[in-house]
């Protein structure tokens, strides 16, 4: 691709005195992983939030393959192929994986009447996510089960899968495997790794550096606001980016 999928220009977001964002730049290619790093404070979860249609940018823009996005609401976002996983998931336990999909986007019909009227198509819907959930190779004990009775990791799992079917330029994932143990987190990593081999353009925002080593192609630091670093994360720099975040001398 000759432009990013994601491109954010001199980003400025200000709450009262706060100026939560200060002329922050960025941008995320599809096919690779872009870690978002930064302590408590950063301006990490505003930029994600700006992002998402949540907060709109003071001054900035925000472009999707090279064109200005106007993303004044979350519906905004998403109906821009922008599909954001938060820590709390925002899954229903009551309901199964499928219905989790498409909750406030259900298959109906005809296609004629108005969406309200609609019939829903519930074999259509399980149809669909079952076939993501197995080209991504989750594994769920049983898949009308509800999410309730699942493990931490197949829950992340499930809220990864469900922004895939709908993310056509960006999936943002907010630390992904907190609260997870080691083998919950593999499987969360890898799917994060068939993410990006599906040609998706991945903002990963962790804290965990060993992650941000094995799985990121580049990684961008905010420190109080402002982006201090990019660089390609490796064992060798790792530390040029700890200082980074801290600032502190390598």
């Keep these: 691709m000759s432009v990013p999928a994601l491109s954010v220009r001199n980003?400025?977001?200000?709450?009262?005195?706060?100026?939560?964002?200060?002329?922050?730049?960025?941008?995320?290619w599809r096919g690779e992983v872009t870690a978002l790093l930064g302590d408590n404070g950063a301006g990490k979860s505003?930029?994600?939030?700006c992002i998402s249609g949540v907060h709109r940018l003071d001054e900035g823009?925000?472009?999707?393959?090279?064109?200005?996005?106007?993303?004044n609401?979350?519906?905004?976002?998403?109906g821009a192929g922008i599909e954001t996983v938060y820590q709390d998931l925002a899954l229903f336990d009551n309901l199964t994986p499928a219905q989790n999909f498409y909750c406030g986007r259900e298959i109906g019909f005809p296609a004629w009447l108005p969406r309200p009227l609609r019939f829903l198509d519930k074999r259509a819907m399980n149809r669909e996510a079952a076939a993501v959930i197995d080209r991504l190779q989750v594994r769920l004990p049983k898949f009308d089960a509800p999410v309730a009775m699942m493990s931490g990791g197949q829950r992340q799992a499930i809220a990864v899968a469900r922004a895939t079917v709908f993310?056509?330029?960006?999936?943002?994932?907010d630390e992904p495997t907190a609260a997870l143990g080691l083998r919950e987190?593999?499987?969360v990593l890898d799917l994060i790794v068939k993410l990006k081999a599906e040609g998706n353009a991945v903002i990963l925002i962790t804290h965990n550096m060993e992650h941000v080593v094995e799985l990121a192609?580049?990684?961008?630091?905010?420190?109080?606001?402002?982006?201090?670093?990019?660089?390609?994360?490796?064992?060798?720099?790792?530390?040029?980016?700890?200082?980074?975040?801290?600032?502190?001398e390598a």
């Design 46 to 49: 505003t930029l994600v939030k």
């Design 185 to 187: 987190s593999r499987k």
């Design 217 to 248: 192609d580049r990684a961008v630091v905010l420190r109080q606001g402002t982006k201090v670093g990019e660089l390609k994360p490796s064992a060798q720099n790792r530390q040029d980016l700890v200082a980074m975040i801290v600032g502190a």
């Design 73 to 78: 609401s979350p519906a905004a976002a998403r």
């Design 11 to 28: 980003a400025e977001k200000r709450f009262g005195a706060i100026h939560a964002l200060r002329d922050v730049s960025m941008d995320a």
């Design 167 to 173: 993310a056509r330029n960006v999936v943002m994932l």
């Design 61 to 71: 823009e925000i472009l999707l393959d090279g064109r200005p996005a106007h993303l």
